[in-house]
């Protein structure tokens, strides 16, 4: 495969330009508009075998002057950069041979699209719930009706994590040092196009199988490390509007038989009532109305086995003591007059904190070590990261230049504090917004705000590509808000819709729940009897997976997925993203259509039991039936990781 890279290397071609760049934000989501001033072929010239790699010589003819691409091998690593520097050119194009039947995946996070290849994919950082794209869907389903299978074009999506990397179905990866906004372009049959804003400087490396290929692509990016053991002890329920409601939900779930892990309480700070539904006032500091004493509550909660969860952000309310602190003391983003920079977030302005600001910094670390550490929490979201205007003022740095780095400077702070308490055993977090350093130090990923509905695009069959391009990237350990989370004027969560999401939740590295932006018309898990009793069989399933789960944590430490695409084992199956693999020895196909009682499961070429029935399958695609309450899910026979014991405690719990 190193012969493959080396043929692509030498074989690139370049294109060098000057341009400027225009970005509207509204709400976390970017108009952007580019004109280029000028672009210039590059004419390649020679290569020269150098000490460690080769060297590529290409030729700006007009200006009669030379640049080089220096080529150096490590390990079988290949890392590509310019040598020279590029002043005022801003635009790069690198092209690269490829194949006519290659794939493509990562990039970060697609929701629509798992195979990349024929789509030109956007590097950079944004509120995924693209307000336009919204409002059209919308228009669509009310003029025309609604169609879940319907989705829109593919450059009409953003992404919360937006990352310069991809992997290759000849098996070797991709990733670019750059942290300005790029474009990946796989749009043409025989070549690749890397559409970059500064010097080029990229990396490529091969191996024989895809989990070598990740365990390579690891090396480069860093690894979080292992989460906390009890989260994989049963379902964190999502509950707010005080310790009583958290009391009174919390005994009834588990007099209902519901293995109870965790609960987390996202308005543990207080709430704001808007429009847009019951969202959290973002004044990090216990609500004493809603949570009095919560320290104390937590402490008891714990004693029951139920760790307590909260939730954070770089925003600050700012009707809120702590904003006024911050903004006395110069903590927050600046816009071009020296004001504090609102930012409106569905509904309302807030301002965010500057963490290129050493004090600033310091001092959001110090309120969650005091405030959310301190008082006992076990957990929380850590939300957005990917808001950063580019227009503002920083204390230290280019905002667009930034802007990319933000999600990842975010799960840095949280990973330190973290670690200087000395709680990495028992606490962790988990974030939505990513770029490149996230990799290393984000502990945890959800696949964000979807929808409460069935569709391709924002539903629950997106979680599939969503969790599947996010491990192609290096992102480990994902998961998703059993239920969704938007409802937007006719959205609302059926009973049907949060049973099939938590049958697929319980075959994922967490189950956690989220009661919804708009809680009192959505179904909730106690709405009813047969909700309670069916979320008591998936927690006991989800429970029963712990020891597969903890093999699989191990091999995601090395930067091997725990949710992988079906080809990772099998060299087949490229563009299948209706199911997923857990690990090497089970096929998760999630029941993603309304109404089904069945659905056609792919199967790679192996033999596979149906732990429900037993029934045994070879390589094809079969009609299956999955009753509410129970998705396909198979074994392979001759499995590797999973042991006896645990198997035959999924089928006595799978039909119990």
């Known amino acids: 495969m190193e012969e493959l890279i080396r043929h692509m290397l030498k074989n690139m071609e370049m294109t060098i330009g000057y341009g400027t760049n225009h970005f509207l934000m509204s709400r976390g989501s970017f108009h952007y508009r580019k004109l280029v001033r000028w672009r210039r072929d590059l004419v390649r010239k020679n290569c020269e075998i150098t000490e460690d790699g080769f060297a590529l010589t290409f030729r700006d003819e007009k200006e009669q002057c030379d640049y080089h691409m220096d080529v150096t091998v490590h390990d079988g690593r290949y890392d590509v950069a310019m ?130 290929v990740s365990e390579k692509l690891s090396r480069l990016l860093g690894s979080y490390g292992k989460l906390p053991e009890w989260l994989y002890d049963g379902v964190i329920l999502a509950i707010q509007e005080g310790c009583a409601a958290v009391d009174e939900r919390l005994n009834k779930a588990l007099e209902a038989g519901v293995k109870v892990n ?46 307590f969860l909260g939730y954070i952000n770089p925003f600050m309310a700012i009707e809120k003591p702590l904003y006024k602190y911050a903004s006395e003391h110069g903590y927050c983003v600046k816009n071009k007059k020296g004001e504090d920079y609102m930012v409106t977030i569905t509904t309302f302005p807030a301002a965010m904190i500057d963490f290129t600001n050493p004090e600033a910094y310091a001092w959001y670390k110090d309120l969650i070590r005091k405030n959310m550490i301190g008082i006992g929490m076990s957990g929380w979201m850590a ?37 200087e308490c000395g709680v990495r055993d028992e606490v962790f977090f988990f974030m939505r917004a990513g770029n490149t350093g996230s990799v290393a130090d984000a502990a945890c990923m959800w696949t964000g ?135 090497r020895d089970l096929l998760v196909a999630p029941v993603r259509k309304q109404g089904r009682t069945d659905r056609h499961v792919v199967f790679p070429d192996d033999v596979w039991v149906d732990l429900a029935t037993g029934k045994e399958y070879r390589k094809g695609t079969y009609l299956v039936e999955a009753p509410m309450g129970r998705i396909p899910v198979f074994c392979r026979k001759q499995h590797s990781q999973l042991d006896d014991e645990t198997i035959a405690l999924l089928k006595q719990e799978i039909n119990a």
């Open 83 to 212: 040598r020279e520097d590029p002043g005022k050119i801003n635009r790069f194009w690198v092209r690269l041979p490829c194949g006519i039947n290659e794939h493509f995946y990562g990039c970060g996070e697609t929701y629509s699209r798992f195979d990349l290849k024929g789509e030109r994919v956007r590097i950079f950082v944004a509120e995924h719930q693209n307000t336009r794209r919204i409002s059209r869907k919308i228009i669509h389903d009310k003029v025309i009706g609604h169609d879940p299978e319907k989705d829109l074009r593919f450059s009409a999506y953003e992404s919360y994590y937006a990352q310069p990397t991809f992997v290759s179905s000849r098996k070797y990866y991709l990733h670019a040092d750059t942290v300005r906004y790029a474009e990946f372009d796989f749009r043409k049959d025989r070549q690749l196009s890397l559409r970059l804003q500064e010097r080029p400087v990229f990396h490529m490396e091969s191996g024989r199988s895809f989990p070598e």
């Open 262 to 307: 965790g609960v987390w309480s996202q308005d543990w700070c207080g709430c704001r009532r808007t429009g847009f539904g019951y969202q959290v006032m973002w004044n990090w500091e216990a609500d004493n109305e809603l949570y009095p004493d919560l320290k104390n509550r937590i402490r008891e909660w714990n004693a029951k086995g139920v760790r």
């Open 383 to 419: 939300d957005f990261g990917e808001y950063l205007p580019v227009d503002c003022v920083l204390y230290e740095g280019d905002p667009k230049a930034l802007h990319n780095q933000w999600p990842a400077i975010w799960a840095k702070m949280n990973r330190e504090v973290i670690e």
């Open 449 to 583: 705000d979807q929808h409460v509905d069935w569709s391709k695009d924002d539903g629950l069959p997106s979680v599939i590509p969503a969790s599947l391009s996010l491990g192609m990237s290096g992102q480990t350990i994902v998961h998703s808000d059993a239920g969704g989370y938007t409802t937007i004027m006719h959205m609302t969560r059926s009973k049907e819709l949060l049973m099939r999401w938590e049958e697929m939740n319980a075959f994922s590295p967490l189950f956690r729940l989220h009661e919804g932006n708009q809680p009192s018309r959505n179904v909730q898990f106690d709405s009813d009897e047969e909700l309670l009793e069916h979320l008591a069989k998936q927690s006991r399933i989800h429970a029963a997976l712990k020891p597969y789960l903890l093999k699989l944590e191990e091999e995601a430490q090395q930067g091997i997925p725990m949710i992988r695409p079906l080809f990772y084992h099998y060299d087949s199956n490229f563009d299948y993203d209706k199911a997923y693999m857990l690990g």
